[in-house]
């Protein structure tokens, strides 16, 4: 069972792309309303265009999120990403963790 350990200082996460290594905490994420697979976070990997990353702190995971990147029609090559899933433990909401990740993006 993954541990929530708090307080959580949401300046001091670190925020990188998950890999498939890392399928077993975001299931714990993931687990409060639904599941994930690490052979899907792998497939998922595989695509320039979709990015999954966690915001982790000492270890433990707070929360992930999977973007998808896209070229802006009115731009050119500018690219944007849309945010189509976002997940934060529970413990760990309304602390500035999810505004944390968003902000490396």
């Known amino acids: 069972r993954y541990e929530m350990k708090l307080p959580l200082n949401a300046t001091a996460a670190s925020i990188r792309r998950a890999t498939h290594h890392d399928a077993a905490a975001i299931l714990c994420l993931y687990r409060q309303p639904v599941a994930v697979s690490a052979e899907h976070l792998a497939k ?41 899933n976002m997940i934060a433990d529970q413990k760990a909401r309304s602390q500035g963790i999810g505004s944390s990740l968003l902000h490396e993006v």
């Open 44 to 84: 998922l990997s595989q695509f320039k265009h979709h990015v999954a990353l966690v915001a982790e702190q000492a270890g433990r995971f707070y929360c992930s999120a999977l973007l998808t990147l896209r070229e802006d029609i009115m731009f050119g090559t500018r690219a944007f990403a849309v945010d189509e």
